[in-house]
């Protein structure tokens, strides 16, 4: 049963390969690729339910015992992130369904998506480092694609900036790894782990571990994100919601993989370092969310503020903390991807992405305006919507911890935060409309539906919190305590 630890990456992989042989017939792509997707978050619920009732999965491939193969390692803290991957996924390929044109559905669009998610959910599960270069890799060329598909010439500046940036990272990770493994012997990240607690954490290892940082840091955009406003913002729009949603999560759950698992022997270094990006993060992120007249940008600024927010808790590294971190993760992949969605809605509506050029879009689209300001209220953290439990108990987490600093600027992130998205609800929203009921757009039923579901999300989340926390908990106990993870990885060797 153990097998099916490796679908969440291989399925996708498989039929993106077949579509791309049909590439002519967009729409069965669409309808394969939504199809896949849905089976892989059906797959991802099993194995969450199992690692919670069973504990951690592995799978070892080949039959090589670890240290010395490469496995996959399933705890919930990595399932977690791969259903909802593979729910927000599908989400999004039924918006591009209606919404993305036929010229970019034939031009290996859904393939491309489809080798993004498994380079994603490769990257959550893998159990070494190496691997996990390999699925960021995988990830990375994927988003390459997606960032130039489209005839526009902001899309392939930003693209140079991205690749060259993304390069540049990847080399570093390889100088990380050689480095790390030259000095401890392994790269399987139990074992790793082991030995680090076993010879301490060394100033060479430290160095090391920084190196790290920097690498995942670029990835997730903390503190180092200058490449990340104009990549979001430029592809279409559900790249742009798929970006927002996914890409940076992936270098968070780095960070927190690593900075948990690995190099937590020297907080007063590794994690001071972190906090102190992570406010640095929070405060240029808020600045430009509320800097620029462009709904895109602004949406992306806010990518920015919550990749500052999330890790605060690993800077805290509380079990409160992390826990509110998880928790922060799982509503910041559901609600970037409605912001962009709906964002992108509203560009195709009036024709600009300049507040502007809009004005009255609640007389004429009433369901659209309402959507957006309960995503508003999410991104704010206003009970009873998903953002608000993460909210509180890294808020408190911090001031438990006495990391007033942290707690002031990431409420006023919050404050920066509901400023901006109030500036486009009330200049694109209110006031007189610009377009008449006979000359709007029709608001596709393909398109708002997707939107809904993403605003639902948002609210069954809030609401149904006490249904998760069973295991929000088990993936925060796993972070706090390395043992678990070292155990059930290393503990079962034969």
């Known amino acids: 049963m153990n097998n099916l630890l490796v679908l969440p990456m291989l399925l996708p992989i498989i039929v993106g390969v077949l579509l791309i042989f049909l590439r002519t017939f967009g729409r069965i792509q669409a309808w394969i690729s939504l199809t896949t997707m849905a089976l892989t978050a059906g797959?991802?619920?099993?194995?969450?339910?199992?690692?919670?009732?069973?504990?951690?999965?592995?799978?070892?491939?080949?039959?090589?015992?670890?240290?010395?193969g490469i496995l996959f390692v399933a705890d919930s803290f990595a399932i977690l992130l791969v259903l909802t991957s593979s729910i927000i996924t599908a989400i999004c390929l039924s918006y591009a369904l209606i919404s993305t044109s036929k010229e970019l559905q034939t031009m290996y669009f859904y393939p491309t998506v489809l080798f993004l998610i498994a380079g994603v959910n490769g990257s959550f599960l893998t159990g070494d480092l190496f691997n996990l270069f390999v699925c960021f890799e995988v990830m990375l060329l994927s988003s390459y694609v997606l960032l130039t598909l489209g005839n526009s010439k902001r899309q392939l500046r930003e693209a140079i900036k991205y690749v060259s940036i993304n390069i540049v990272s990847s080399w570093f990770f390889l100088v990380a790894l050689a480095f790390l493994y030259g000095a401890v012997g392994t790269l399987n990240m139990a074992h790793l782990a082991d030995r680090v607690a076993e010879v301490g954490q060394t100033p060479l290892l430290t160095t090391i571990s920084i190196v790290f940082l920097i690498v995942f840091s670029l990835k997730a955009g903390l503190l180092l994100y200058f490449w990340l406003p104009g990549s979001y913002s430029s592809p279409p729009i559900v790249t742009s919601a798929l970006f927002g949603a996914l890409l940076t999560k992936v270098g968070i759950y780095a960070l927190f993989r690593v900075f948990s698992l690995i190099f937590h022997h020297q907080p007063e270094i590794t994690h001071t370092i972190i906090g102190i990006m992570a406010a640095l993060t929070l405060i240029g992120g808020s600045l430009g969310a509320i800097s620029f007249n462009d709904l895109r940008s602004i949406a992306a600024y806010n990518v920015v503020v919550a990749v500052g927010f999330i890790l605060v808790g690993l800077a805290i590294a509380t079990p409160a903390a992390i826990e509110g971190s998880?928790?922060?993760?799982?509503?910041?992949?559901?609600?970037k991807a409605l912001l962009f969605l709906l964002i992108g809605?509203?560009?195709t509506l009036s024709g600009t992405s300049k507040m502007a050029g809009m004005s009255g879009l609640m007389k004429n689209y009433p369901l659209l305006g309402w959507s957006f300001f309960i995503a508003m209220l999410s991104l704010t953290g206003i009970p009873p919507l998903s953002g608000f439990i993460g909210k509180v108990l890294i808020s408190s987490a911090a001031i438990d911890n006495g990391s007033y600093v942290l707690l002031a600027l990431s409420l006023l992130s919050s404050i920066f935060?509901?400023?901006?998205?109030?500036?486009?609800?009330?200049?694109?929203?209110?006031?007189?409309?610009?377009?008449?009921?006979?000359?709007?757009?029709?608001?596709?039923?393909?398109?708002?539906?997707?939107?809904l579901v993403l605003v639902?999300?948002?609210?069954?989340?809030?609401?149904?919190?006490?249904?998760?926390?069973?295991?929000?908990?088990n993936a925060a106990e796993t972070l706090v305590n390395p043992s678990i993870y070292i155990e059930a990885v290393l503990g079962k060797i034969q």
């Open 43 to 68: 797959i991802s619920g099993y194995l969450l339910q199992k690692v919670q009732t069973d504990g951690i999965i592995r799978l070892d491939f080949g039959g090589w015992k670890p240290p010395f």
């Open 326 to 335: 998880i928790y922060y993760i799982i509503h910041d992949m559901v609600a």
């Open 345 to 347: 809605t509203m560009i």
């Open 417 to 451: 935060v509901l400023y901006s998205l109030l500036r486009v609800f009330k200049n694109c929203f209110w006031g007189e409309t610009i377009v008449s009921k006979e000359e709007q757009l029709p608001l596709r039923r393909g398109v708002v539906i997707p939107c």
């Open 456 to 473: 639902g999300l948002t609210i069954l989340i809030g609401l149904g919190t006490e249904s998760m926390t069973p295991y929000v908990t």
